[in-house]
Nanobody
């Protein structure tokens, strides 16, 4: 399974971006998908996760109310809508996936990772 993330860029504080991550390779229409991020000098941290059933979602406290994760299983794609962006959201954002169905905050819960897309929020 290969994951290709896209949609990053430079945006002013208060702006919005929508990240996409498409899975390809072995058929992957089920399982948890998630987003993590890593800022310079910091560890990779959890952002959001969505379960197989579209309904179950989990968010980091720092993004609750601002970010929305969604998925389209017909396209094997997960999205991250990011609104009210802040400079502290600046990071490389990685998508991840795993065959298990339930959302999970742990990095170790994901077997497959994308290459990352840079998000920069200017003040």
């Amino acid at each position: 399974v290969q994951l290709q993330a896209s949609g990053g860029g430079l945006v002013q504080a208060g702006g919005s971006l929508r990240l996409s991550c498409a899975a390809s390779g072995r058929t992957f229409s089920a399982g948890v998908m998630g987003w993590f991020r890593q800022a310079p000098g910091k560890e990779r941290e959890f952002v959001a996760s969505i379960g197989r059933n579209y309904i179950s979602t989990v968010y980091a406290d720092s993004v609750k109310g601002r970010f929305t994760i969604s998925r389209d299983n017909t396209r094997n794609t997960v999205y991250l809508q990011m609104n009210s962006l802040k400079p502290e959201d600046t990071a490389v954002y990685y998508c991840a996936a795993d065959p298990r169905p339930i959302p999970d905050k742990r990095r170790t819960a994901y077997a497959y990772w994308g290459q990352g897309t840079q998000v920069t929020v200017s003040s």
